[in-house]
């Protein structure tokens, strides 16, 4: 079992630019929820995906989008970057049950310059 | 508002003490709760888990977590720490929403 998977694993944009990061969830699992964990900080929730669908949002503007493939795969896209956007972003897989744990992958480590 | 909080943001403890890391939460019912290691350039490791019953949560690594009702707590605690253990620590609160609230976190270091 591979895990959660991510790619890239680094990535530099100037602002201004659109970036779309990639995650493959462990497998069995069909939720795939994203999170942005800025230096130093806890990781904040961005958005769940679940039958294709954006089934939570957390406290993210709408330059903030994502998809869910058929095969459960997800991909973050950010659209106008902002210097703020520097964070380490983290997918994290899970069946839909209440309390089941969320299985997390390395992140992707963006930086706006 | 809901919250979760971790009042320390670095400890510093020595190879083979004892340590605890803080965690309260203010949320109107009990959340399910939950630690994360995190070493560097690493995802998140889940080390144990709260959800009803025993308010002694045994997890990976030789940790344990206490849950307080009382004192809205749920304190990480490992009875020797090892220097591998040096990492941050966040602790999170689940509810309905089904997705994960996360605290600030707390660096450990570990002194020879």
């Known amino acids: 079992d591979a895990g959660v998977t991510q790619s890239p694993t680094h990535l530099i944009k100037t602002r201004g630019q659109q970036v779309t990061l990639r995650c493959s969830p462990k497998?069995?699992?069909?939720?795939v929820s994203w999170y942005q964990q800025a230096l130093g900080q806890g990781p904040q929730f961005i958005f769940q995906?679940?039958?294709?669908?954006?089934?939570q949002r957390g406290n993210f503007p709408d330059r903030f989008s994502g998809h869910q493939f058929p095969n459960y795969s997800s991909e973050l896209n950010v659209n106008a970057l902002l210097l703020g956007d520097s964070a380490l972003y983290l997918c994290?897989?899970?069946?839909?049950?209440?309390?089941?744990?969320?299985?997390f992958g390395p992140g992707t480590r963006l930086t706006v310059l | 508002a809901q919250s979760v909080t971790q009042p320390d943001i670095h400890i510093t403890v020595s190879e083979g003490a004892s340590l605890e890391l803080r965690c309260n939460y203010s949320?109107?019912?009990?959340?399910?709760l939950f630690w994360y290691v995190q070493s560097p350039g690493q995802g998140l490791q889940l080390l144990l888990k709260?959800?009803?019953?025993?308010?002694l949560v045994q997890g990976i690594k030789g940790f344990e977590a206490e849950f307080k009702r009382s004192q809205s707590s749920f304190n990480l605690r490992k009875p020797s720490v090892h220097w591998s253990d040096a990492a941050e620590y966040f602790c999170?609160?689940?509810?309905?929403?089904?997705?994960?609230?996360f605290g600030t976190g707390t660096r450990l270091t570990v002194i020879p």
């Open positions: 994290a897989s899970s069946p839909l049950h209440w309390g089941d744990e969320q299985f």
């Open positions: 497998s069995g699992h069909d939720t």
């Open positions: 995906y679940y039958e294709e669908e954006e089934r």
């Open positions: 949320y109107g019912a009990t959340p399910y």
């Open positions: 709260y959800f009803s019953g025993d308010t």
């Open positions: 999170a609160a689940q509810t309905g929403a089904n997705n994960l609230f």
